[in-house]
Every structure is written in C-alpha cells, then in structure tokens.
C-alpha cells in the first residue's frame, strides 16, 4: 500500500537558499520527487539567535544537535552587527529554481528571525508589513502569485490567521496536528490548514535514544497509511550537511511504500468535508517556546 507523505522544505537563511536548495533539487530530481518549498525573501538576521545562546535551553539543543555544523558559523553570526543581507537581491533565480523545475513554491517569510522572535509583540500593521512585502517579493521573483504560505517557526496567532486572508492562499501550513482542518477565529472560517505532522531532525535527534543510525528509521516508523503525513525539513540541514542521511530517507522510503509529494496534493486529494477547530499555542519537546497546534 502506498504511503502519502508531504514534503515540506522550509528555507530560512541565505546559506539556505545558496546552497541547500540546489542540492535539494538535484536530489529530488535524481528520485523524482516533488516537495513544497517554503521560501524566505527579506533580510536573513538569523545569526541575532546567537544572543539566545545565553538562555540555557536554547544552548543546550544547540549542543544537542550540533548546530554549528548543521546551521554553519556563517548562519550563526548573519545580522548580528549589521543588517542582514537580502535574500531577494542576491539570490532571486535561486528562489525561482524550485518553481522552474516544477516543485510548488510558497511564501514561508520576509524576515524569519523577527517574525519567530517578536510575532507576540507585532502590531497588526507590522504583521501585515510582514506579509505583504513577503508575498510582492516572491510573486516578482515568481512571475506568479504564490498560492501556500507557512509562518515562521510555526508561530501563528489569531492575528496572523486572519491577515492571511486577504492574500487569497489556497490554504496556509502554520501549524502542527494531525489532520487537513477549517481553521476557526472569532467565529469566522479561514482557510484550509495542512500542519506538519512529523517532528524534524533539531527536536528529536539525541533524545529517547534517537541518533543519526536510526533518525531514518524512526520517521518512517512514524509515516502511516490512511492518516495526514507531512515531514519538514531545511534548507540550511538536510539540504547541506545532512544532505547524504536524507538521500538515505529517500531510498529507504521509497522501498517501505512511501511516496513523497508536494502540500498542494494532499489538498487536492481531500474529498470529504474538513473538521472546523481552533489553533492554540503549545510547546513540543526540543524546541524552544511555543508553536501553533492544531487543537
Ligand atoms: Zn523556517
């Protein structure tokens, strides 16, 4: 029996995009497979997590996963002294690669590290600043309008849920949770969420005897028939330096049934009408602070 899982491949940094979705795309053209890219586009500040290695628990999963080696010391000191470099300006026909070669290409951020870090104090015309400047820049690069966003670090709130309205997505991947549901704020129904349903590499590597020998094994483990599978993976990790263990995923899944697709098919498979739920703020173990949860 065939097992449909869909491949979500976030794209937070320039080193990301210069360098992880190439190798991507080469990969997944070698095993024909198509993903979902979700694409950052602003400014890349996310070396300013350096700061964060003063909080222990954030050091701790640094250490963890080794992050130096998966993220790169260039990653790690990006916008801590001067602006952040933008990704649009310097790598425009990388980010239109994916939607060359036929993968679906969506909207994942303008400015990742301020929207995961300050999404809680953003005034709604911050956010929608956020949100447009992010949809402009990829619809330029694109030629097209893109029709999938997913935030940030899963960090979506009633006020971002409902500014993404106005954008005419065709559905939005904010969340973690189970299954394909009708978001529901305010009493109004938003658009169809499809949430990450795996955990990634950063949360579980080196916990509850999980290591490189057997990650492979246990997000396979984890993908079942009859059920929404939806794994995440970045840029900046599988794409660079774990680039060979996902070649290895790919052909292991391959042989246990496991057909990887972009979001938009999962989408357009659902026939029966979607649960309406809410989204709440909750933790997960190797991450640090709070992500949106399907309820
Ligand atoms: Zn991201």
Known sequence: M?????????VD??????????ALVRLLAKYDIQATFFMSV????MGRNLWRLFKPKFLVKMLRSNAASLYGYETLISGTAWPGTMICKKLAHIIRLPHETGHEVGLHAWDHYTWQTHIDRFSEKRMLSHLQRGFDTL???LGSRPKASAVPGWRANEKSLLLKERFGFSYNSDCRGKSLFVPMVGGKTLTT???????TYDEVIGTNGISLINY???IISQCRPGQLNVYTIHAEVEGISLLGEFEKLLIQARKEGIKFQPLRNLLAAQSQPLHVG????????GREGWMAWQE
Not at 42 to 45: K, L
Request: charged fraction near 20%; avoid cysteine; glycine fraction near 10%.
């Open 2 to 10: 065939t097992i449909h899982v869909g491949l979500r491949i976030d």
């Open 193 to 199: 969420q499809i949430p990450t349903t795996l955990p």
């Open 278 to 285: 809410e989204i709440i703020k909750s933790t997960t173990q």
């Open 216 to 218: 492979n094994s246990f």
């Open 139 to 141: 619809t330029e690069i």
């Open 13 to 22: 940094t320039i080193r990301g995009t210069r360098d992880g979705v190439p």
């Open 42 to 45: 602003g400014p890349d500040n």
